[in-house]
């Protein structure tokens, strides 16, 4: 069974620094990866995704996830953050043989401070 | 496109009853996935439905049910209501196999 990890349950960051959110994964069979935001009282917002070919994936709003196959990685960073972006994320895990199922990693609480 | 919707929003049943959840999916996605969120388990894979037939199922027991119709659109059913059933239900849909899923905003369920 697959197993998603994230290390950090809460990532305080002041505006505009630097952030990463790791998740490390637990399967080697071929994959393919998330990452969801959630906001207060919502549902989930694909942020972005790998499903195949090149392994650094960004999204519109100036986040960026790389694949490592070799570390089981999928850490997603983010060179300046907003405030905006205080959410909780999510890293989730898929077996390209098991169809829809996705893994959930426990979610990191991302807290930007002004 | 409109998104995935889920009706009703919030729920409140007590112990012992049960509870259907409704899903309507992105138009012309056929495969509808089902997680259940709680602070302490997290986000956990229910079941999918694919063209009207389960192709997936998680590790719950068999008061949690579910199908899909004809226009994809899905319920899930929970019987036997118990007080760690409280929890948001999301749903989430999908064209195909092993792709993007998209979520809707979830129905709270809170078992008293």
């Known amino acids: 069974a697959q197993s998603v990890t994230q290390l950090d349950s809460q990532v305080p960051v002041f505006e505009e620094a630097p952030v990463e959110l790791r998740c490390n994964y637990s399967?080697?069979?071929?994959?393919?990866l998330f990452w969801y935001v959630q906001y207060p009282n919502q549902g989930l917002q694909l942020l972005l995704k790998y499903l195949s070919g090149s392994t650094l994936v960004e999204s519109i709003n100036g986040f960026e996830a790389e694949f490592n196959k070799s570390q089981t990685s999928f850490h997603l960073r983010k060179p300046s953050v907003h405030i905006s972006d205080t959410a909780e994320y999510f890293c989730a895990v898929g077996d390209n043989n098991a169809g829809n199922m996705l893994t959930f990693g426990g979610g990191t609480r991302l807290m930007v401070k002004p | 496109k409109a998104g995935v919707t889920q009706t009703p929003r919030y729920l409140i049943k007590t112990r012992g009853q049960q509870v259907t959840l409704s899903c309507s999916p992105i138009s012309g996605h056929r495969s509808v996935s089902w997680y259940q969120q709680t602070p302490g388990q997290g986000l956990q894979f229910l079941f999918e439905y694919f063209s009207e037939t389960q192709r997936n199922k998680g590790n719950f027991p068999g008061r949690f049910s579910g199908r899909q119709f004809s226009n994809s659109r899905s319920e899930m059913n929970v019987s036997t209501l118990e007080l760690g059933d409280s929890a948001l239900y999301l749903c989430?849909?999908?064209?195909?196999?092993?792709?993007?899923?998209?979520f809707g905003p979830g129905t709270r369920l809170t078992v008293l």
């Open positions: 989430a849909s999908s064209l195909g196999r092993a792709g993007p899923q998209f």
């Open positions: 399967s080697s069979v071929s994959v393919y």
